[in-house]
């Protein structure tokens, strides 16, 4: 199967992992799943995906998998850090050994999937994808620069379920509560908006006319893609499997593109932030849609002013800072 994820930090996010007190440790372990319970868990999951259940069972779920454990402290730790500015340096640097600490231990103990494991592989997994894209924000916060935030960075860590979508849907499937799942997902349907299908129909006449590239056909594709996950979220992502599946569904070619700088690249790119800020405000979404979205316009020159005024516009009646196309690029 697929191994995922792997978290590649620097020294300098490491001292934590040098300590040899192991009931200091501990201790902050234990102060991290208290953290996790009484606050983490119930700010983590979209209210979409929050069944009944689903924070007694994955806190029983990390007691029988040491490496969902870890994962949990991870997301805890990061969590803690935004709020404990006292202690914030210490939450984070233990949150990044329990993500390599959570890693390290699924590398090590899942060789395949079964019935009897699925369930925690996918927390696990969620739980770590969102790590990686928090600690992606959090990091230069405490001088650790390794892990910031760039338009291909984040499409690579939203990728990171489909490594095991192949295997993941015979067993989520045949899962006893799927119906209840399908029926969440459906009953998340909300009516057709019209304007924003109109601007990503702009976008893809722009993706068209650029028959001149090399990389043509993968705008194209990749716009098509943008307008096709729009409709499927009904243009309001409510859910994880909203948050992964336009991410999981862009080629290489466009990452590469988005990652050499390609203008339309990056306006498309944009335009997949303006929809994700209408997503809930969840603490580890709160500004990012926002924050990448001036990354991804840095340096633009004035020829995508006209595309850029619907999702700069979106991003703004959505809580952003101003975006404006006059002092954002040139």
């Known amino acids: 199967m697929p191994i995922y994820p792997e978290v590649s930090l620097s020294s300098k996010t490491r001292p934590i992992c040098r300590l040899h007190d192991s009931s200091l440790e501990d201790g902050l372990s ?8 009484v606050r983490t868990s119930l ?27 870890h994962a949990l402290l991870a997301i805890s730790g990061l969590h803690a850090c935004r709020t404990d500015f006292v202690n914030g340096g210490l939450y984070y640097h233990a949150a990044c050994f329990h993500a390599v600490k959570a890693s ?3 590398r090590s103990t899942v060789s395949d999937l079964n019935v009897e494991n699925w369930v925690p592989v996918a927390e696990f997994i969620i739980t770590s994808v969102f790590f990686n894209f928090d600690v992606s924000f959090v990091s230069q916060r405490f001088g650790d620069p390794s892990t910031s935030a760039s338009p291909a960075s984040i499409v690579r860590i939203l990728r990171g379920p489909k490594s095991l979508g192949s295997q993941m ?9 799927a119906d209840n799942l399908l029926k969440r997902i459906l009953q998340h349907r909300f009516p057709p908006d019209h304007e924003l299908i109109a601007a990503i129909g702009r976008l893809e006449g722009a993706c068209h006319a ?8 993968v705008l194209q594709n990749t716009a098509q893609s943008l307008r096709q996950w729009a409709q499927f979220v009904s243009c309001q992502p409510k859910m994880w499997v909203h948050f992964f599946s336009w991410p999981a569904g862009v080629s290489e070619e466009y990452i590469e593109m988005l ?24 603490y580890y979404l709160i500004g990012t849609m926002d924050t990448l979205a001036h990354l991804a316009i840095k340096d633009l020159d ?21 975006l404006s196309k006059n002092s954002t690029y040139e």
């Not at 004035?302 to 101003?322: A, C, D, R, V």
């Open 30 to 37: 234990a102060i991290l799943m208290d953290h996790y319970l």
């Open 43 to 69: 700010e983590f999951a979209p209210a979409a995906d929050s069944d009944s259940d689903w924070y007694q069972h994955v806190a029983y779920a990390s007691t029988l998998y040491p490496f969902l454990r």
């Open 104 to 106: 390290t231990l699924f």
């Open 169 to 177: 849907d015979p067993l989520v499937f045949s899962h006893p509560r």
């Open 210 to 217: 650029k028959t001149t590239t090399s990389g043509s056909l």
């Open 259 to 282: 990652e050499s700088g390609c203008g339309l690249a990056r306006v498309i790119f944009v335009y997949w932030c303006a929809v994700m800020s209408r997503a809930p405000k969840l």
């Open 302 to 322: 004035g020829e995508f002013s006209e595309l850029l005024e619907w999702p700069l516009k979106e991003l703004q009646t959505n809580g952003g800072i101003s």
